[in-house]
């Protein structure tokens, strides 16, 4: 659990950012993360379109520059994109300078006022310096599609389990992922939408 919901003291860390928006109202708001790549990317938006359902994908701008177009896509198809910096740096291992020139050099690529970081780690004063440019998405259920130690099954359970109102949920639109992810997340959205829950986008 202190990883696919991160706990409150943790949370507290990171003022300022978002991990779930606190509604009454039966709603999710799915987010990917590490595209886009069109192995993996194209297959996700075919699939979202199919249940006319809007996400916010965290891209990382290298990405970005190797496939333009489906990050274009993306955009035409009516989703939202936000920086996930231009290397996936952790922001724990580097400089706060070194991470911000990063970020910034993401943003010639992605036109956004959003971020998240990369596994979620930030040194206190690049979540200040960054916190003054981007509305910073962290998340309240991350699936663990990529963890070579879950099967596509607990990923599936992993959304059962912790999904709760206004839960930001991350699945990634990544190779590393993709295996679990293309059967986890069919079956995440039917079980949402069975429960009940309508999918919104970050605003």
């Known amino acids: 659990m202190l990883i696919e919901r991160p706990p409150f003291l943790y949370r507290l860390l990171f003022k300022g950012t978002h991990w779930r928006f ?16 069109p192995e993996v990317t194209l297959w996700v938006l075919d699939l ?6 809007k996400a916010m994908f965290f ?4 990405n970005v520059r190797k ?24 922001g724990w291992k ?15 690529l992605i036109d956004s006022s959003y971020f ?4 979620g780690h930030l040194r206190f004063p690049q979540l200040q310096a960054l916190k003054k440019r981007y509305k910073v998405i962290m998340w309240d259920v991350v699936t663990r599609d990529y963890s070579r130690l879950m099967t596509a099954e607990q990923v599936f359970c992993n959304v059962k389990k912790y999904t709760r109102n206004g839960s930001v ?7 590393k992922a993709e295996k679990k992810m293309k059967e986890a997340l069919p079956k995440s959205i039917e079980w ?12």
């Open 116 to 119: 998240r970081p990369p596994h």
């Open 67 to 90: 496939y333009p177009e489906i990050y274009q896509q993306v955009i035409a198809r009516g989703h939202k994109v936000g920086n996930h910096t231009f290397h996936h740096l952790q």
């Open 169 to 175: 949920i991350v699945f990634h639109d990544s190779l």
């Open 22 to 37: 606190h509604t009454e109202e039966k709603c999710v708001y799915l987010t990917f993360d590490d595209g886009p790549v």
């Open 192 to 203: 949402l939408l069975q429960q009940g829950y309508t999918f919104k986008l970050i605003e």
């Open 59 to 62: 891209c990382v701008a290298d």
């Open 94 to 108: 580097m400089d706060t300078e070194t991470y911000l020139q990063d970020v910034k050099q993401a943003a010639e």
């Open 48 to 53: 979202l379109d199919k249940y006319g359902i």
